[in-house]
């Protein structure tokens, strides 16, 4: 279905052109003040400087050819040269009929799907999810269910760091404290053998202790070190541990990802591109885009114009180890022969923009992806504390994520305490909703690249932009359905301003979520799905519904709450965002 601004659009471009002028200027949108007219066209003014003649005349000619238009309640041409158009409610009521009855509730599908990778998420094997993570996975399956509600195909890749010195130092550690563990031993055969199984409490305790350690104990360092290159050639007892430890902690962090209503297509890791990494080395010294600097292996990247130093990209050290640069190079080399994506989208911290604009300049040049596709570094900022600094623990630590969600749940279940409509076995499955309805819609409501702060009491609220709100919202349109006792729901008609203007928002679902997609930006749809929630706490507040005794109003009261319903929970899912039945 095509957005009701687009088919003025169309319209009003065709006047436009009628009169003489570009139809590129017929350009409709919402009006931003509805008690004069629903939408507007701002083209007269643009037209003006181009034909040289007043914006009010031009505004006036478009005008009357519009008027002839049934469509049309009112079209008015106001100085200096504003056209206001409103529609009648019968054309409104057509197009929220089509709306009904699109199974897509009126997001226009893509002409041209494209693939889009997301590589979001990005945690590291072996040590804990804490909250750093927190807003990539939040808004990474945001940007994937938007991509994929606009008729997209998307592949989300947790991308996880898995191949680095963090499993170097737990190899490290643990050899030292079981050095009888048969993988230590040179001659371990992985076809008879098998590790000692671990556990996630114990990567939980070994991690930190050996990162810690290191920082002390330089020979201990130097040891992990080691273990670090021996496992990337491939040393049979430390590849078999490995393995273990990537079960283990995988397990782990999808039980994290998973309360967080957060899921991955792929499950690859920095491991899955070593394979690549010796045909990008070819690739980049055929193409003579290496230099030997300090004994390291470097792409130049820098730019004329550059505003900012730009180093070059180091490729692989001195020690011949290749490094985080150079694992994101043979990534999108995998990703382009696997599956040519028009699109990759990278949401990570925004403190790596540097890291990015690198590797994309490095793959540009070497041409390891089509030079159509975008590669897009998505950066967000950092959630913060009151005090404005990195959320932490009350004791200045880091906190787990897996502690995050608990306090959040817990949190929500005083809150929900006092409520008479959740029963007691759906207690704690409702509370987890509303606290992760309300830690995701508290970070996504804001502008990726911006920090933010935790502010648990806030986020909990049952008034203003909140989770909370909206979830609360739709149980009381599912009490309102209920008690209606179910039955057909046709729309007659438009009764008033309260339902006409709820349908006017229903009728923009599709260019909100068009527009969103095109930002990458999923704060738009939580902005929408607010003001939809508004506009219906007015129109309940305003209308009886059920105590309505014209029963074709009353049904299509009941029409329109099912269609508001429909599109909030839309908006809720492709947030990621669970919806309660009452609470
Ligand atoms: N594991 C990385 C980190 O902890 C994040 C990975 C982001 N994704 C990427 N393709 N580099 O910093």
New binding site residues.
Partial sequence: MKPITQTLTELTAAAFAQCGYDPALGVVGLSDRLDLCQFQCNGAFAAAKQYHKAPFVIAGEVAAVLAENLIFAEVQAVRPGFLNLTVTDVFLAEAAKTQMADPHLGIHQADFPETIII?YG???VAKPLHIGHLR?AIIGEALKRLARAVGHRVLGDV???DWGLQIGLVIAELSERYPDWRCFAPDFDPETETVSALSAADLNEIYPFASKRSKEDAAFKEKAHLATCELQSGRPGYIALWKEILRVSVADMKGNYQKLGVDFDLWYGESDADRYVEPLMALLDEKELLRRSEGALVVDVAEEGDKAPMPPVIVRKSDNSSI?AT??LA?IMQRQQDFSPNRIW?V??KR?EL?FTQVFRCARKAGLIADHAELAYLGFGTMNGSDGKPYKTRDGGVMRLADLIAAVEEAAGEKLAGSAFVSEPERQETARKVGVAALKFGDLINQRGKDYIFDLERFLSFEGKTGTYLLYTVTRINSILQKAGGGACQLFGIYNDADRELWLNLLLTGAVFERAFEEKAPNNLCENAYQLAALFSRFYHDNHILAEEDEKKRESWLALCRMVKKVLEKHLDVLGIETVERM
Wanted: charge should be negative; charged fraction near 20%.
């Fill in positions: 590589d990005g945690p590291n990539s991308h996880l760091g985080y694992t994101d990534t990278y990570v911290d790596q890291h």
